[in-house]
């Protein structure tokens, strides 16, 4: 790290810059999920962008019109930016170099089975290299490898074009990505070692309409900063599922317990909701990236390596103990299939390690209903129904494995009528149990034994409903009590 990078610049609170937004020009490379909501964003704050992609048909479909993921808000600013004439498409960037200020690459950093990969950068970067003029500025986007920066960075040297290299990396969810990018937490670029700060002055500009801390940092910490935000939010979760069985053992409430926990300010509430583990494209990969590190640089990283057994575990476990006092069942219905609410993406889902641990346990036939997964490649023999109550006819046991807020509210007399059981696992902790349990229903959970559970001690009111989850109350009555075992959020 060059003397000017001993620490990061201080956080400054924006807008960046100055209160008007000034026009840049830029290239995006990778019309996938990150370059897709990139590019969107950037019209949207103002900036004149060219998103190119070699996958000719993605471009095309994306010209008519037509937007491959399904992310809220995403949609409406595409056809935004291409309506105001600062969004359009390419199939090589090429065509768009020539005028650009900057290329952005938010290219895959993981290929088809799921392994770290730096092959679709560095050809992305050779290929805009290799074009006659290339920007003074190319920011990488994509979530790389630690290290991979310092190949980049001499990737670049050896061409010996005047180009900076910058990090950028992005801190978005998949369900709220166009608002995190919008009102991010911060900004976070990488500086090649020994440059100075004020090289990502540009990027500063570029997001100058945005209030947010602007960290400037060398390019090493910008890769960590990245991978080990998300690999302690996996820690997070991962803690509040193991402080569940040690609730459920003793006889606590989690989401009491929840409550006290994140009220403080050290630890926040946020990501200690349990369920069958973390899943996705992001936390499941970094996490097992920084395991494999541990193990081949020798780091002895035992907290990291004990995340990734401890998540792979949580869906099997969960299944044993399901089945642990039942009959092996026939029939299982499982509502969500996403690796969370709000998108349809199932990669790492860990509905479907739930659903692998059921198949494995012997359950014959598994019937299922996700609000966005319309196909399961990677499972034909589930089958996939187009409610939850068809989903659920004849099951003798129903599973709710993706927080979906329509899940919250089921027709219970409805599903009493279409099932064979009465048994429900909420892997999610979302059910409205004492409805259920009118029902005839047993619900169980991470968070409960089942509704009929007697009476535990809980907090006897609390006021401050403002952070979520909120604990039950026992001073709500006798049929608003922990009796029911209800989750919910804060109004
Ligand atoms: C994650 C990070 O949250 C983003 O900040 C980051 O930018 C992104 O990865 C990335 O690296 O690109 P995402 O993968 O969209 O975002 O999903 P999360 O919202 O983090 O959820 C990950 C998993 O954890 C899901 O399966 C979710 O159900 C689970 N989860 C989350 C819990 O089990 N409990 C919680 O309290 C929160």
Same mark, same amino acid.
């Given at each position: 790290?060059?003397?000017?990078?001993? /620490?990061?610049?201080?956080?400054?609170?924006?807008?960046?810059? #100055?209160?008007?937004?000034?026009?840049? /020009?830029?290239?995006?490379?990778? &019309?996938?999920?990150?370059?897709?909501? $990139?590019?969107?964003?950037?019209?949207?704050?103002?900036?004149?962008?060219?998103?190119?992609?070699?996958?000719?048909?993605?471009?095309?479909?994306?010209?008519?019109?037509?937007? @491959?993921? &399904?992310?809220?808000?995403?949609?409406?600013?595409?056809?935004?930016?291409? *309506?105001?004439?600062?969004?359009?498409?390419?199939?090589?960037?090429?065509?768009?170099?020539?005028?650009?200020?900057?290329?952005?690459?938010?290219?895959?950093?993981?290929?088809?089975?799921?392994?770290? $990969?730096? $092959?679709?950068?560095?050809?992305?970067?050779?290929?805009?290299? %290799?074009?006659?003029?290339?920007?003074?500025?190319?920011?990488?986007?994509?979530? +790389?490898?630690?290290?991979?920066?310092?190949?980049?960075?001499?990737?670049?040297?050896?061409?010996?074009?005047?180009?900076?290299?910058?990090?950028?990396?992005?801190?978005?969810?998949?369900?709220?990505?166009?608002?995190? !990018?919008?009102?991010?937490?911060?900004?976070?670029?990488?500086?090649?070692?020994?440059?100075?700060?004020?090289?990502?002055?540009?990027?500063?500009?570029?997001?100058?309409?945005?209030?947010?801390?602007?960290?400037?940092?060398?390019?090493? =910490?910008?890769?960590?900063? *990245?991978?080990? #935000?998300?690999?302690?939010? %996996?820690? *997070?979760?991962?803690?509040?599922?193991?402080? %569940?069985?040690?609730?459920?053992?003793?006889?606590?409430?989690? #989401?009491?317990?929840?409550?006290?926990?994140?009220?403080?300010?050290?630890?926040? @509430?946020?990501?200690?909701?349990?369920?069958?583990?973390?899943?996705?494209?992001?936390?499941?990969?970094?996490?097992?990236?920084?395991?494999?590190?541990?193990?081949?640089?020798?780091?002895?990283?035992?907290?990291?390596?004990?995340?990734?057994? =401890?998540?792979?575990?949580?869906?099997?476990?969960?299944?044993?103990?399901?089945?642990?006092?039942?009959?092996?069942?026939?029939? +299982?219905?499982?509502?969500?299939? &996403?690796?969370?609410?709000?998108?349809?993406?199932?990669?790492?889902?860990?509905?479907?390690?739930?659903?692998?641990?059921?198949?494995?346990?012997?359950?014959?036939?598994?019937?299922?209903?996700?609000?966005?997964?319309?196909?399961?490649?990677?499972? @034909?023999?589930?089958?996939?129904?187009?409610?939850?109550?068809?989903?659920? =006819?004849?099951?003798?046991?129903?599973?709710?494995?993706?927080?979906?807020?329509?899940?919250?509210?089921?027709?219970?007399?409805?599903? &009493?009528?279409?099932?064979?059981?009465?048994? +429900? !696992?909420?892997?999610? =902790?979302?059910?409205?149990?004492?409805?259920?349990?009118?029902?005839? !229903?047993?619900?169980?959970?991470?968070?409960?034994?089942?509704?009929?559970?007697?009476?535990?001690?809980?907090?006897?009111?609390?006021?401050?409903?403002?952070?979520?989850?909120?604990?039950?109350?026992?001073?709500?009555?006798?049929?608003?009590?922990?009796?029911?075992?209800?989750?919910?959020?804060?109004?």
């Amino acid at each position: 790290m060059g003397n000017r990078l001993q /620490s990061p610049s201080p956080p400054s609170r924006g807008p960046n810059g #100055s209160a008007r937004t000034i026009q840049s /020009s830029l290239v995006v490379v990778g &019309a996938g999920y990150v370059g897709l909501v $990139t590019s969107a964003c950037l019209a949207h704050l103002g900036h004149r962008v060219r998103l190119v992609d070699i996958d000719s048909e993605r471009i095309t479909s994306l010209r008519a019109g037509v937007t @491959p993921i &399904a992310e809220p808000g995403l949609d409406t600013l595409i056809h935004l930016g291409v *309506k105001s004439g600062r969004l359009s498409f390419d199939d090589h960037p090429r065509v768009a170099l020539h005028s650009a200020d900057m290329v952005f690459i938010a290219v895959g950093t993981l290929d088809a089975n799921g392994r770290w $990969t730096d $092959t679709n950068v560095r050809s992305a970067l050779e290929s805009v290299l %290799a074009c006659e003029s290339v920007p003074p500025l190319i920011v990488i986007r994509s979530t +790389v490898r630690p290290g991979t920066m310092v190949g980049l960075r001499e990737l670049v040297a050896a061409t010996a074009r005047p180009v900076n290299l910058l990090l950028n990396p992005e801190f978005t969810r998949e369900g709220t990505a166009v608002a995190d !990018f919008l009102s991010p937490t911060r900004i976070v670029v990488g500086v090649a070692s020994g440059d100075p700060p004020d090289t990502a002055d540009p990027i500063r500009r570029l997001y100058a309409a945005i209030d947010a801390p602007f960290l400037v940092v060398d390019h090493s =910490s910008a890769e960590l900063i *990245k991978i080990g #935000s998300n690999a302690f939010l %996996a820690a *997070k979760i991962t803690f509040a599922n193991e402080l %569940a069985r040690l609730c459920l053992a003793t006889g606590a409430d989690m #989401s009491t317990v929840r409550y006290g926990i994140g009220i403080d300010p050290r630890i926040g @509430p946020q990501f200690l909701r349990t369920g069958p583990g973390f899943g996705g494209s992001c936390l499941p990969s970094q996490v097992e990236l920084l395991s494999a590190m541990s193990k081949e640089l020798d780091l002895g990283l035992e907290l990291i390596e004990a995340i990734v057994r =401890s998540n792979r575990e949580q869906p099997r476990r969960l299944v044993r103990e399901l089945l642990a006092s039942l009959p092996t069942p026939r029939r +299982v219905a499982v509502l969500g299939l &996403a690796f969370k609410a709000n998108t349809d993406d199932t990669r790492e889902s860990p509905s479907l390690r739930f659903i692998d641990a059921l198949s494995d346990a012997g359950v014959g036939e598994i019937q299922a209903f996700d609000p966005q997964v319309r196909r399961l490649s990677t499972h @034909p023999g589930v089958h996939l129904f187009p409610d939850a109550y068809a989903a659920a =006819s004849d099951a003798d046991i129903l599973v709710i494995a993706t927080e979906w807020p329509q899940f919250r509210s089921l027709d219970w007399g409805r599903l &009493a009528h279409v099932m064979c059981g009465r048994e +429900v !696992f909420d892997a999610r =902790s979302i059910v409205a149990a004492d409805e259920a349990s009118a029902y005839g !229903f047993r619900v169980r959970s991470l968070e409960r034994r089942s509704a009929q559970r007697p009476e535990q001690p809980g907090v006897a009111a609390v006021q401050d409903r403002r952070l979520e989850p909120g604990p039950r109350s026992v001073a709500a009555g006798p049929m608003g009590s922990a009796l029911a075992g209800q989750w919910r959020p804060a109004p």
